[in-house]
Each structure stands twice: as structure tokens, then as C-alpha cells.
């Protein structure tokens, strides 16, 4: 419960920000209650989000600046601002994550100013590169015209996943070079943007080298393993594994970043948020993506929780292929492309799997969330990626566990985007500001 001097400040800060946020959309919005803030304040943006370039852009600051929680003795222990020589690769690195994530774009927004958020856009675009790779190869596979037959000797399916192989083990080698470009024996880092930002963090001591190298490699070499694998999973746990390997990754290394920020001490119970909220994370975005999975055949609802709802893959491969049709269809003829998907019920024994992975995703984030109150000063900044997790799986249960309907009408018309993003941001700035996630 807040006191009373703290519930004005809350109150004022709230106000403040509905007044900012009508006056940059034009628009005029009352607030009834406190539980419709958030809709609110979403309904006064929806004009200036729906016009598209969002998030807004925003300028990076590679000097030190600390949070008003920081420690008064952090400037002491903090390691050495990142060379401005980098401006250009970490600017790279802020305009991919923009583009290309723009919802993790957000939270690494409410970083403060200086490595912190230098780290969080140099490890977002890294991810970016590597979570791209399969599609970067089946775009050149296409473009290639490899033939796409099993019954060829080496199909389209090879070629892909040989290249995005590759290009992961680029990546992983990658990501240690830049890590040995800071002992100073002359390994240059590789010759790419975000490499050249990972070397300046690395150089920097913001994050420790050998860190960076072995974490940034095990996401790499995870999503190499996915990139070959089989196309479903076996059990949640399989997914549970391979959000460890890849977004808490991610968040060890941003916690570390924040802890040598401020020269506090690295905190067991923030691990544990971050362990449980990756994992959380990675689900989520495997649920996210399932029509295009699905389009490239390849599913992420593991064989026993569809073998126990009596599906299959090949059913839920049959659902998205027939709703794309109706869309096409629906477009062809001129009518709107969503009534005709509509049409298409999400069969119920996907719905029960999808719950299953989804209330694994949800107990995660719950786990993660528990342990905010045990977390040290500033550490919750680094999680506010839960978030995005939390509106994801409350509009997945909105839509009766069809994550192709999520997609679809939730998010599909640029009203409903704007609304969503715009949610989001006040919502993000709202846990920003109370210093938790």
C-alpha cells in the first residue's frame, strides 16, 4: 500500500502523463476511474500511433547517466563510457530493434540513459540477427529457386536450414570475437554493425567479456539447434529449455550490465526472474509466430500436448493454409479478407494445446513477477519485457486460445495496432516509473 505523500505522487505523475500523452495526439480523453487509466490514455494516442513510425525514435546517449534509484557512490564503480566512436554501430543496433522488435524496443527505452540502454539495443538486434536467420534463408532459398520436392536430393527444406545454420554459426563466432577483440591481442571484431557494438560493450566492461562470448554463443547455437531440429517439440520442457538458452540469455547479460552501472552486487532471486521470465518470453513469441511457422511447416505446440488433445501438426499445417486461402479468396472478390477467416473455427484440440503451452508460459511470468519485491534497485527495469508477455497472453485467452485469431483481429487492422502499442507504452512507462515489472 502506498502512503499517502507516495499516492500523490502517483496521482500527480499519472495526470502529468494523461496531459502529455493528449496533447501529443490531439486528442481529448477522460479518465473515469482509476482501473480505465490505461485505456484511457491508449484512446489519446491511437490518432499520432496509427500514423505509423512507431516507436518513436530516440536519441542514444553513450555517457554514463544513472536512474534517480542508483546508488550516490555507482559513478565510482562504473566501468568507462562507451567510446564514442561506436555512435554509429549502437545507432545501427537502436534503428534495427526499432524497425524489426519494436515492443522490446520499448522497455530498453525506459533504461536509463548511457551503457544500460546501450547494452539492452546492442543484445536486441544481436537476437533480431539470430531469431532472422531462418527466414533471411528461406527469402534467399526463393530467390535462389531451389526446388522446393522432397523428392529432390537436397530440397528448398535443406538449403534452409543449411543456410540458416550458417549464418547462426557466423553469428556465434561472431559474438566471441567481439569478446576477445577487449583482451587487446588484436582479434578484430567482425565486420558488422552489431558485431562492432558487442566488441564496444565488451571493450567497455559493461557487460564481462567472457560472459558475453559464452552467453551469446549458447543463443546462437540454440537457435542453430531449432534452425536443424525437428519441427515439433517433444514437451513444454522442450520449449522451457530453449527459452533458457535464448531470451534469459538475454537478461543475465542486461542484469549484469545493470549491476556494474551502479556497482551493486548481483542479485540470486533477480536470475531467477529473468530464468522465469525468458522462458516465458520465448513461449510467447513461438505462440506469436505460429502462422508462419505453420506456413513453413514447422509447429511449436509439442507432440504431447497435441497427441493429448487428439491433434496433430499436420492439422494445425491444414488450418492456417485454409485460413490464408480464404483471405486470398476473401481479397480477390473484394470483401473484407478477415470475414472470411472467420469463417474458419480453430478446431478445439488445438485450443487445448495451445492452453497447455500458453498457462506454462503464464506460470513462468508469475513466477517472475513473485519475486519483484526481493529484487535489488533498478533490476526491474531490466525485466519490463514482462510486459509484453502479459498483453500477449491476456489477448491469447481473450480470443479463446486461437492464436491465429490473436493475429488476425486483434492485431491485424492498423486501429487495433495503435491501440495495442499505445496500451503497451503507458503501461511500460506506468511499471517503469513504479520501479517494478
Not at 200 to 223: D, E, M
Not at 379 to 397: G, M, P, R, T
Request: charged letters at 15%.
Amino acid at each position: 500500500m502506498l502512503s499517502s505523500s507516495s499516492s500523490s505522487s502517483a496521482l500527480a505523475a499519472t495526470a502529468s502523463l494523461a496531459l502529455a500523452l493528449r496533447r501529443a495526439s490531439g486528442a481529448a480523453a477522460g479518465v473515469s476511474n482509476g482501473s480505465e487509466i490505461a485505456s484511457a490514455l491508449a484512446g489519446s494516442l491511437l490518432p499520432a500511433a496509427a500514423r505509423g513510425g512507431w516507436p518513436p525514435k530516440s536519441s542514444l546517449t553513450l555517457s554514463p547517466s544513472f536512474s534517480s534509484r542508483s546508488t550516490s557512490s555507482a559513478a565510482s564503480h562504473a566501468p568507462p563510457p562507451l567510446p564514442p566512436s561506436a555512435r554509429a554501430d549502437f545507432a545501427y543496433c537502436a534503428d534495427l530493434v526499432r524497425k524489426s522488435d519494436p515492443e522490446n524496443y520499448l522497455w530498453a527505452m525506459e533504461l536509463p540513459k548511457g551503457p544500460q540502454r546501450a547494452v539492452a539495443l546492442a543484445l536486441r538486434a544481436f537476437n533480431v540477427e539470430t531469431a532472422t536467420a531462418a527466414d533471411a534463408a528461406s527469402a534467399h532459398s526463393r530467390k535462389e529457386g531451389v526446388p522446393s520436392s522432397s523428392n529432390s536430393s537436397f530440397s528448398s527444406a535443406d538449403h534452409q536450414a543449411a543456410l540458416a545454420s550458417a549464418r547462426l554459426l557466423w553469428w556465434k563466432e561472431a559474438a566471441a570475437e567481439a569478446a576477445a577483440s577487449a583482451s587487446g591481442n588484436g582479434t578484430p571484431a567482425a565486420n558488422h554493425p552489431v558485431a562492432r557494438a558487442l566488441a564496444a560493450v565488451a571493450a567497455s566492461r559493461a557487460v564481462a567479456p567472457r560472459s558475453l562470448s559464452a552467453r551469446l554463443s549458447r543463443v546462437a547455437a540454440a537457435r542453430a539447434d531449432d534452425a536443424t531440429g525437428r519441427a515439433v517439440p517433444g514437451t513444454i520442457n522442450d520449449l522451457e529449455s530453449y527459452g533458457e538458452a535464448t531470451a534469459a540469455q538475454l537478461l543475465y547479460l542486461q542484469l549484469e550490465a545493470q549491476t556494474a552501472a551502479t556497482g551493486t552486487k548481483g542479485s540470486a532471486d533477480a536470475d531467477h526472474a529473468a530464468s522465469h521470465l525468458g522462458r516465458a518470453a520465448a513461449i510467447t513469441s513461438l505462440l506469436r509466430g505460429m502462422r508462419s511457422h505453420a506456413a513453413a511447416r514447422r509447429c511449436y505446440l509439442p507432440s504431447s500436448e497435441l497427441e493429448s488433445a487428439g491433434t496433430s501438426a499436420q492439422e494445425l499445417f491444414r488450418v492456417v493454409a485454409a485460413r490464408a486461402g480464404a483471405r486470398a479468396g476473401a481479397e480477390s472478390g473484394g470483401s473484407p479478407p478477415l470475414d472470411a477467416a472467420a469463417l474458419l473455427d480453430f478446431p478445439d484440440p488445438l485450443r487445448e494445446a495451445t492452453r497447455a503451452v500458453a498457462s506454462a508460459a503464464l506460470a513462468h511470468l508469475s513466477a517472475a513477477r513473485g519475486l519483484a519485491g526481493r529484487l535489488p534497485p533498478g533490476a526491474s527495469a531490466c525485466l519490463l519485457q514482462s510486459v509484453n508477455v502479459a498483453k500477449y497472453l491476456s489477448l491469447l485467452e481473450r480470443t479463446g486460445f486461437d492464436p491465429l485469431a490473436a493475429e488476425e483481429f486483434a492485431l491485424g487492422s492498423a486501429a487495433a495496432r495503435a491501440r495495442h502499442r499505445a496500451a503497451l507504452a503507458v503501461e511500460t512507462r506506468w511499471r517503469s516509473w513504479r520501479g517494478t515489472y
